[in-house]
């Protein structure tokens, strides 16, 4: 049957029924490439052609003798199997049958190995699980807070490491910058005053970072608050060291820049507010609400201020050639100078200058 529809040619010539449609016309043949005693036995109307999409006796025998396809292939089957293996214990939770419906897979073709549908889905299960183990040691553990995704929750900071810029003092002589054998004698009464107050309060003890020699002057880094507090109470205890010494002691804000002007004394001697706000009102738009004097050295012709500012209006005084207006004057603003940019990063304190020619410049 084979070797019989393979010599038939596409056009195969059949025996025509009783009927006039059946004959064909000439054109039509002469499409067909047939031989020419098959064109003229269709021009007669003996035979005719077989449309070739129609399809052929031997391919009919061929699709009937076909055997049907299994009907365990698909997802719905599957799924039925899958749940059967998770009662017997073979597996996890049983998954239900799937509703959706999908295309059947086709046969293996010959010569492959049969693998059975159970064993890939139990190796795609635990390849899956090995990968949500990796991945999920891999990701990193979010915090029970209430965040955002995509946002690391940041921790709140101590309030000692938020305020440290508040905790450094400096000991300064306003008469005059301190040699190094002055400043040891310094830390000598200091050390006495610890002696004195641990004495008498074994529990509470003030502790501090650093207690160094800087620029004519004596650095104190309190690791505390109370050691602060302990620190101004207690310095005004110490006596003059030697003679002519005036032993002060300021805070230290090394984030602010400092100027220092000089204002002379009138009728009255003018509080630091008024001096703000007629500053504040004569030379707009010049801001004074955040100016902190954090040293004020008192004299007989004036008070000579050193003040700490925003940068933005160091840069406004110097825009104004560092000149205010107050009152029928003018008084001179000096500014921090410019640091070469190896030298910025170094220096992180303010230093306290109070030589005596500096203040005969301003006046």
């Excluded at 059949?14 to 067909?32: F, G, I, R, T």
């Excluded at 200091?190 to 107050?197: C, G, S």
């Excluded at 110097?318 to 107050?326: C, D, H, I, W």
């Amino acid at each position: 049957m084979d070797a019989s529809c393979n010599n038939q040619t596409q056009k195969q010539l059949v025996k025509p029924e009783d009927s006039a449609d059946n004959v064909l016309n000439l054109n039509q043949v002469s499409m067909l490439n047939l031989s020419l005693e098959e064109e003229d036995a269709l021009l007669r109307g003996e035979t005719k052609a077989v449309d070739p999409k129609e399809p052929k006796e031997c391919e009919k025998v061929t699709r009937l003798e076909r055997e049907p396809r299994p009907l365990c292939s698909g997802p719905p089957e599957r799924n039925k199997k899958r749940a059967k293996r998770g009662k017997r214990g073979k597996t996890g939770q049983a998954k239900p049958p799937s509703s959706s419906t999908s295309t059947n897979k086709p046969n293996a073709p010959s010569g492959v190995p049969n693998i059975a549908t159970s064993d890939i889905d139990s190796a795609l299960n635990a390849a899956s699980a090995a990968n949500t183990i990796v991945d999920q040691s891999s990701k990193r553990q979010r915090s029970n807070e209430n965040s955002p995704a995509g946002e690391n929750p940041r921790k709140q900071r101590k309030f000692v490491d938020v305020a440290k810029d508040d905790l450094k003092l400096m000991i300064i002589d306003e008469d005059k910058q301190m040699d190094i054998d002055q400043a040891g004698i310094v830390e000598t009464l200091l050390h006495n005053l610890m002696d004195e107050y641990l004495a008498s309060n074994p529990r509470k003890c003030p502790t501090f970072h650093d207690l160094k020699f800087f620029g004519g002057n004596l650095r104190l880094i309190c690791a505390d608050l109370f050691s602060k507090k302990w620190i101004e109470t207690s310095f005004s205890a110490i006596t003059p060291p030697w003679e002519g010494a005036t032993l002060k002691l300021y805070p230290v804000t090394p984030r602010r820049p400092t100027i220092r002007f000089f204002v002379p004394n009138g009728m009255k001697k003018p509080e630091f507010e008024d001096i703000l706000v007629k500053l504040r009102q004569q030379n707009p738009p010049l801001s004074t609400s955040l100016w902190v004097a954090w040293k004020s050295d008192v004299k007989e012709e004036g008070i000579f201020y050193h003040v700490s500012v925003e940068p933005e209006t160091v840069t406004l005084i110097e825009s104004m050639g560092n000149r205010l207006f107050y009152y029928f004057s003018k008084i001179r603003i000096i500014t921090p100078s410019k640091k070469p940019k190896e030298e910025e990063g170094k220096a992180s304190e303010v230093s306290v200058d109070t030589k005596i020619s500096e203040e005969k410049e301003l006046k």
